[in-house]
């Protein structure tokens, strides 16, 4: 038997580890450190880094690494061993305190949208103490933040442990408010979910767009997509789970809270998630979650999708982010109280995240926009690309009675001013939620379902933590002047309702009539990456990044440019890839069947008899008429490539992809798709969707 509680959190240098191995003074000070996210003094530095390498090497450790998430979305790392010259030709294992708390890996290749010229290369990773070190691969992995020589963030850390910083010191104005002083921080947790493909190993390398872009650029229909509903929390079969038993094994020994696995809708989908954790540290170990995916699934013969929409006809995947703000004494603030008295807080808390969904709808669009997650957003699978919130019927009419002064429950006399009574407790059970809804409260936090599986959860939650900070932040500036606590409490939070209760949605988000519903409500709609980007940089966004020290402006412009960067650069990675296969897969795959049909019939002829060649002249023709149209779609997506060059800005350049060649890829896929249900199998170059969905048992 697994011993799970001993080994869970056995790779990681935790606070149990802290307390055993460092000088008590020592631990005291980096506790301090890390409460109060100050900078840590040499000495303590030197202390702890040496206690690090020790346990470290106990754990086999040869090499350490500052562990950063630059602007990919997903990690980088460069290992340096502990060797040292000892000047006897020998060496020692070192591992100062200069380089635990600080690295300067050359930043030259990584995207900085501008914020850095190759001449200026340096960059510096500094260590994040709120997240654990831990050894992976013979390697101590110490989380960092990562940065310019100017100290502009070039990463996705630093902006998301500035936002907590930000909402900690929001939330404690409004907590003071309420007569709360014992509170010492608010922090921000998530649980994300993560929905993956996993698929047969010899059949991926088969599938260079799979290599390449991590999707299928064509693959028709099989017989059987997930219409029968029979994939969904389905018997784990043999291969699956033995990979799923092996991550979890992993991820334990990490310190990753991994809970529930489960098979997902589409074939050969399945989901992970871990418990909750502070924002960071969940960003930290979601990247872990999605590294270990892919090389554990290698060891099984597997190959792990974590594209946002890998085929076309089922199910994509997504990435569920479950989101609160805590407080360090273990009370939810999202959580409806015991007393009338937390209820007020609470619905004051309720009303900040309503206010900041509504007004910041455009940068929660943007924190989950990719090339991938369009093929995702709005396509009956996943919520659309218009925001809103569902609340459920019961706390909304609680605050349609608010807003009016009416009853709530008939059975109940009217008391529905602010913190004069109980409120009810709303079903924290997950069955009640509604899955077509972008942002759901269920019960005691807010599940944003937009974010694409493929990506770090840091955007989103850099948005989430700031624009309710600003909410709280315009509520405590209010409540702090006032003379009346209780009328200016109440007032806020009808104003709120009233001001902002478009974005409260409860009804099918899937639907028609909401598309026509939201327009009328105002509520903004941007289909694409293309059509939501510009927003980032919209005056009222600015303002408020730079009004909580989230982004610079240089920042804002620089990411600015690296979205839309990437965004070109996906699409034409996936026009030159669909080109390759049809060029060098595809038509040859034609004319061979043409050939040997020909044959066939000329041979039939050729024998002298009148043999019917019907069958064969009808597939040489349909195929040839196809063949036409497949070399007019390829000469087509050809030449739109080339005109993007001519286009004049970066944000052109991003709508002409948008607009002609991700069309012209469709075009050409859908002569693709219908030629593989006419070519004889034997001669198609590449596995069909049925093959890459149903291998694996
Ligand atoms: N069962 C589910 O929750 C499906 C979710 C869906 N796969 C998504 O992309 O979000």
Same mark, same amino acid.
């Given at each position: 038997?697994?011993?799970?509680?001993?080994?869970?959190?056995?790779?990681?240098?935790?606070?149990?580890?802290?307390?055993?191995?460092?000088?008590?003074?020592?631990?005291?000070?980096?506790?301090?450190?890390?409460?109060?996210?100050?900078?840590?003094?040499? +000495?303590?530095?030197?202390?702890?880094?040496?206690?690090? /390498?020790?346990?470290?090497?106990?754990?086999?450790?040869?090499?350490?690494?500052?562990?950063?998430?630059?602007?990919?979305?997903?990690?980088?790392?460069?290992?340096?061993?502990?060797?040292?010259?000892?000047?006897? +030709?020998?060496?020692?294992?070192?591992?100062?305190? #200069?380089?635990?708390?600080?690295?300067?890996? +050359?930043?030259?290749?990584?995207?900085?949208?501008?914020?850095?010229?190759?001449?200026?290369?340096?960059?510096?990773?500094?260590?994040?103490?709120?997240?654990?070190?831990?050894?992976?691969?013979?390697?101590?992995?110490?989380?960092?933040?990562?940065?310019?020589?100017?100290?502009?963030?070039?990463?996705?850390?630093?902006?998301?442990?500035?936002?907590?910083?930000?909402?900690?010191?929001?939330?404690?104005?409004?907590?003071?408010?309420?007569?709360?002083?014992?509170?010492?921080?608010?922090?921000?947790?998530?649980?994300?979910?993560?929905?993956?493909?996993?698929?047969? #190993?010899?059949? *991926?390398? /088969?599938?260079?767009?799979?290599?390449?872009?991590?999707?299928?650029? %064509?693959?028709?229909?099989?017989?059987?997509?997930?219409?029968?509903?029979?994939?969904? %929390?389905?018997?784990? /079969?043999?291969?699956?789970?033995?990979?799923?038993?092996?991550?979890?094994?992993?991820?334990?020994?990490?310190?990753?809270?991994?809970?529930?696995?489960?098979?997902?809708? =589409?074939?050969?989908?399945?989901? @992970?998630?871990?418990?909750?954790?502070?924002?960071?540290?969940?960003?930290?170990?979601?990247?872990?979650?999605?590294?270990?995916?892919?090389?554990? =699934?290698?060891?099984?013969?597997?190959?792990?999708?974590?594209?946002?929409?890998?085929?076309?006809?089922?199910?994509?995947?997504?990435?569920?982010?479950?989101?609160?703000?805590?407080?360090?004494?273990?009370?939810?603030?999202?959580?409806?109280?015991?007393?009338?008295?937390?209820?007020?807080? %609470?619905?004051?808390?309720?009303?900040?995240?309503?206010?900041?969904?509504?007004?910041?709808?455009?940068?929660?669009?943007?924190?989950?926009?990719?090339?991938?997650?369009?093929?995702?957003?709005?396509?009956?699978?996943?919520?659309?690309?218009?925001?809103?919130?569902?609340?459920?019927?019961?706390?909304?009419?609680?605050?349609?009675?608010?807003?009016?002064?009416?009853?709530?429950?008939?059975?109940?006399?009217?008391?529905?001013?602010?913190?004069?009574?109980? $409120?009810?407790? %709303?079903?924290?059970?997950? &069955?009640?939620?509604?899955? &077509?809804?972008?942002?759901?409260?269920?019960?005691?936090?807010?599940?944003?379902?937009?974010?694409?599986?493929?990506?770090?959860?840091?955007?989103?939650?850099?948005?989430?933590?700031?624009?309710? =900070?600003?909410?709280?932040?315009?509520?405590?500036?209010?409540?702090?002047?006032?003379?009346?606590?209780?009328?200016?409490?109440?007032?806020?939070?009808?104003?709120?309702?009233?001001?902002?209760?478009?974005? @409260?949605? !409860?009804?099918? !988000?899937?639907?028609?009539?909401?598309?026509?519903?939201?327009?009328?409500?105002?509520?903004?709609?941007? /289909?694409?990456?293309?059509?939501?980007?510009?927003?980032?940089? =919209?005056?009222?966004?600015?303002?408020?990044?730079?009004?909580?020290?989230?982004?610079?402006?240089?920042?804002?412009?620089?990411? *600015?440019? @690296?979205?839309?960067?990437?965004?070109?650069?996906?699409?034409?990675?996936?026009?030159? &890839?669909? $080109?390759?296969?049809?060029?060098?897969?595809?038509?040859?795959?034609?004319?061979?069947?043409?050939?040997?049909?020909?044959?066939?019939?000329?041979?039939?002829?050729?024998?002298?008899?009148?043999?019917?060649?019907?069958?064969?002249?009808?597939?040489?023709?349909?195929?040839?008429?196809?063949?036409?149209? $497949?070399?007019?779609?390829?000469?087509?997506? +050809?030449?739109?490539?080339?005109?993007?060059?001519?286009?004049?800005?970066?944000?052109?350049?991003?709508?002409?992809?948008?607009?002609?060649?991700?069309?012209?890829?469709?075009?050409?896929?859908?002569?693709?798709?219908?030629?593989?249900?006419?070519?004889? #199998?034997?001669?198609?170059?590449?596995?069909?969707?049925?093959?890459?969905? *149903?291998?694996? *048992?």
């Amino acid at each position: 038997m697994m011993d799970i509680p001993n080994l869970f959190g056995s790779m990681v240098f935790n606070d149990k580890v802290m307390r055993q191995r460092l000088p008590k003074d020592v631990y005291k000070a980096l506790k301090r450190t890390i409460a109060e996210q100050k900078h840590l003094n040499l +000495d303590v530095a030197n202390v702890v880094a040496s206690a690090m /390498k020790e346990w470290a090497i106990e754990k086999g450790a040869t090499h350490f690494t500052h562990w950063f998430q630059p602007m990919t979305g997903v990690t980088a790392e460069k290992h340096d061993s502990f060797i040292s010259p000892s000047g006897d +030709d020998n060496i020692i294992m070192e591992f100062s305190g #200069k380089e635990l708390v600080r690295g300067e890996p +050359d930043a030259s290749s990584f995207p900085s949208g501008g914020i850095r010229s190759t001449f200026e290369a340096r960059g510096y990773t500094a260590w994040d103490p709120t997240s654990y070190a831990f050894v992976k691969d013979n390697t101590l992995y110490i989380p960092t933040a990562f940065c310019s020589y100017s100290g502009e963030a070039l990463d996705k850390k630093t902006p998301l442990l500035r936002s907590m910083e930000v909402i900690n010191k929001e939330a404690k104005r409004i907590l003071r408010l309420f007569g709360n002083k014992d509170v010492k921080r608010v922090i921000a947790t998530v649980g994300p979910e993560q929905e993956y493909f996993l698929i047969d #190993k010899e059949l *991926y390398e /088969k599938r260079p767009d799979l290599i390449y872009c991590g999707r299928t650029l %064509f693959g028709a229909r099989p017989p059987k997509g997930q219409e029968l509903e029979d994939h969904y %929390f389905a018997s784990i /079969k043999p291969r699956v789970s033995a990979f799923m038993k092996e991550l979890d094994e992993e991820l334990w020994k990490l310190g990753v809270l991994a809970k529930t696995k489960h098979n997902e809708v =589409a074939p050969a989908q399945h989901e @992970i998630a871990p418990i909750f954790s502070t924002v960071n540290v969940a960003a930290d170990h979601n990247q872990l979650i999605m590294e270990l995916m892919k090389k554990i =699934a290698n060891k099984h013969n597997l190959v792990c999708l974590l594209h946002e929409k890998p085929f076309a006809g089922v199910n994509g995947s997504g990435k569920h982010n479950n989101w609160s703000i805590s407080t360090n004494t273990g009370v939810n603030l999202l959580e409806p109280g015991e007393t009338p008295y937390e209820n007020a807080q %609470f619905l004051l808390f309720l009303s900040a995240v309503i206010k900041a969904v509504d007004e910041y709808q455009d940068l929660l669009r943007i924190s989950v926009a990719s090339a991938g997650n369009d093929h995702r957003l709005g396509a009956n699978e996943a919520p659309p690309a218009i925001i809103s919130i569902f609340l459920g019927d019961e706390l909304t009419e609680i605050i349609e009675s608010i807003e009016n002064d009416t009853c709530y429950n008939q059975k109940e006399k009217c008391q529905m001013e602010i913190g004069a009574t109980v $409120l009810p407790h %709303f079903p924290k059970d997950t &069955t009640d939620r509604n899955r &077509t809804s972008p942002f759901a409260f269920t019960g005691n936090k807010f599940e944003f379902r937009m974010l694409g599986s493929s990506s770090s959860i840091s955007d989103p939650n850099v948005v989430l933590n700031t624009i309710v =900070a600003e909410s709280l932040s315009q509520f405590a500036d209010r409540l702090e002047k006032a003379s009346d606590f209780k009328a200016e409490l109440t007032s806020i939070v009808k104003e709120t309702i009233r001001n902002h209760k478009r974005i @409260i949605f !409860n009804g099918n !988000n899937y639907s028609d009539e909401w598309v026509k519903e939201s327009e009328k409500r105002g509520l903004l709609n941007l /289909k694409s990456t293309v059509e939501a980007l510009p927003y980032f940089i =919209a005056e009222k966004n600015v303002k408020l990044f730079t009004k909580h020290n989230i982004f610079s402006e240089a920042e804002i412009n620089s990411r *600015y440019h @690296i979205m839309l960067e990437e965004y070109i650069k996906v699409l034409h990675i996936e026009a030159l &890839t669909l $080109l390759d296969m049809t060029k060098r897969g595809i038509i040859p795959s034609v004319i061979s069947y043409l050939k040997d049909l020909s044959e066939v019939a000329l041979n039939k002829k050729s024998i002298g008899k009148d043999f019917n060649c019907k069958l064969e002249e009808t597939l040489i023709e349909s195929i040839s008429d196809l063949g036409a149209c $497949l070399y007019r779609n390829v000469e087509k997506l +050809d030449n739109s490539i080339l005109e993007a060059k001519n286009q004049e800005t970066l944000l052109d350049t991003a709508k002409y992809y948008r607009e002609v060649v991700f069309i012209a890829m469709q075009e050409l896929r859908s002569v693709i798709d219908n030629l593989e249900t006419k070519v004889g #199998k034997k001669y198609w170059a590449f596995p069909t969707y049925g093959e890459l969905l *149903y291998s694996v *048992y």
